[in-house]
């Protein structure tokens, strides 16, 4: 008489086994959408972008009225727009504001962060509008971001260091130097929206 078999062990491709999924967090305004901690932290990427934009351009510009900084709140509150033309328009008051706010022809290293705060909140915006507001971003997805907007905040450098060796010298260049540089992250940042960097499937 022999014993019977052991009961062969299920594969993990086995329907019968029970799944488990990773628990994702969300998080509900009102009678809103559910809204994942990833689309969170890109709002409050964004808002850090802008209070480096808004700091840098106080500083540049000896101050200015506080109600600039309500400024700060447009990425939260614009969450579920993140899509359309609101980041556009904001960075458009915001670049209109540092031309009206600072001295005309002037310039000032406080550029270099003002630049890092205008890209790290585009993407950040255009990261956003990548994924649904329940959704949520890889790690790779992330660092391929970081990486794209590392290079776009990049190009402000060399157009800073041209500006400030000209800046001295009574050659009418430097607001020249400053719209080259602001065509340069403008062309930068529509190619971040039109042909985002992608994960490979």
Do not use: I, K
Not at 42 to 54: E, I, K, R
Not at 97 to 125: D, M, Q
Not at 135 to 146: D, E, Y
């Amino acid at each position: 008489m022999t014993a019977p078999d052991a009961p062969a062990p299920r594969e993990p491709s086995d329907p019968a086994l029970p799944t488990t999924h990773p628990v994702r967090r969300t998080l509900r305004f009102g009678a809103g959408p559910e809204w994942s901690l990833s689309q969170l932290g890109a709002a409050a990427a964004g808002m850090g972008g802008v209070a480096l934009f808004l700091a840098a351009l106080s500083v540049a510009a000896g101050g200015f009225d506080a109600v600039w900084w309500a400024l700060v709140l447009v990425p939260l509150l614009t969450l579920s727009w993140a899509g359309s033309a609101a980041p556009l328009a904001l960075w458009s008051l915001l670049l209109l504001g540092w031309f009206v706010l600072t001295p005309a022809g002037s310039f000032s290293w406080w550029s270099l962060p003002a630049a890092l705060g205008a890209v790290s909140a585009h993407a950040a915006a255009a990261l956003a509008a990548s994924s649904p507001p329940a959704g949520s971003f890889t790690q790779r997805t992330v660092r391929r971001w970081v990486r794209h907007a590392a290079v776009a905040a990049a190009a402000a450098v060399p157009v800073a260091l041209l500006a400030g060796a000209l800046s001295a010298r009574p050659l009418g260049l430097v607001p020249a130097a400053y719209v080259v540089g602001l065509g340069g992250v403008a062309v930068g940042l529509w190619l971040l929206r039109t042909s985002p960097p992608t994960t490979p499937g």
